[in-house]
């Protein structure tokens, strides 16, 4: 009996919402607590991660700055290792730590660094209740559903997005943002039953052979998140870009073998729409992800039709762009689940700071 390639990766995209809905449900049974630590004082908020959470992390500061007010940024985790003269905030400041397995060996040195050196309050999220950075942690959030057999995350980053927008949503003292998150799980089902032919058809394009992602303001590290599961599934040339920051160089690369994303935002829909019709002028086929596909200048649109608030929607985005991933790699001959050259974490010796 032949095993189907990449069958935990297509449960786990099918299965997001009931990890969405899970995740959710145990934020809001220590919100009163959790929301009263998050709200105390704080100049500063940084995020931090690897790979996956590194991008999880770009999205949820931009969320985070945007409902509280209060400066977020994010930083890759080894940064905050190797050069925390440069990473570390000066003023007292909240840490969000953001790590699947909660034992990546560069998140936990990280979180080593912003202790010694600032004394601040830290938070953790992750998918492993048992792991070293949950048993850590002055504060948890824990992805319930999140966790994953497949070595690419894909649930696994969309419920530890939810926690830290559910995260900022308490610290904003904003039940209504919370309400709207909660909203979120019913949504799925439909955008990926209506819209996986369309990825589907699209991976299986035998004139696209690169595949570009755009997107701005809190959408930027879901762009960027986006074009790495194209490039850990199928191994296809994948890039990620700021919407205008496009324009500036990198739009050298269009053609007609080019796949160009867009994830466009209310605030700056005209701007990004301006973008996409230039580059399907120069030849790319353009595949717009919005809120409304009325009037976008794209050969083909996913419409997410939520009416859910777009700082809290981001996660809708990505379900149909794992299964264009996921799709592709199958094309190629390739197993989404067995990705090359990766495993599930990544764990340094102490000694040397290889590989361990």
Known sequence: MTVQAGKHTYQEILTQG???DAS???VEGQADVLGKWLRQPCAEVLFTG????????????????ALTGIRAHAVPASELWLFPQSALPAQPSLLVAVSRSGATTEV????????????????GVTCDIDS???????????????EEQSVVQTRAFTSMLVLTQAAAGL????????????????????LIREYEPLARSLAQAPGLTRFVFLGSGPNYGLACEAMLKMKEMS????????FLEFRHGPKSVIGQGTLLVGLLTEAARDREAAVLAEMRDLGATVLAVSESADGLPADHTIALRSGIDELARGALVLPVLQLL?????LVNGLDPDRPAHLDAVVKLSAVTGKRA
Do not use: N
Not at 50 to 64: D, K, N, R, T
Not at 108 to 123: A, F, M, P, S, V
Not at 235 to 242: D, G
């Open 18 to 20: 009931d990890a969405w």
């Open 24 to 26: 959710l449900a145990a």
């Open 171 to 190: 610290a904003a003292g904003r039940r209504d943002y919370m309400a709207a998150l909660c909203s979120l799980p019913r949504h799925v089902g439909r």
């Open 132 to 146: 070293e950075l949950a048993r850590r942690a002055p504060k948890v959030l824990v992805a319930k559903g999140g």
């Open 235 to 242: 191994l296809a040339p994948s890039e990620a870009f700021h």
């Open 50 to 65: 690897c790979g996956s959470p590194y991008y999880l992390s770009l999205a949820a500061a931009a969320i985070w700055q």
């Open 108 to 123: 936990l040195w990280g979180i080593d660094r912003y202790r010694e050196r600032t004394h601040g309050r830290w938070l």
């Open 325 to 329: 991933a996921y799709h592709r790699a």
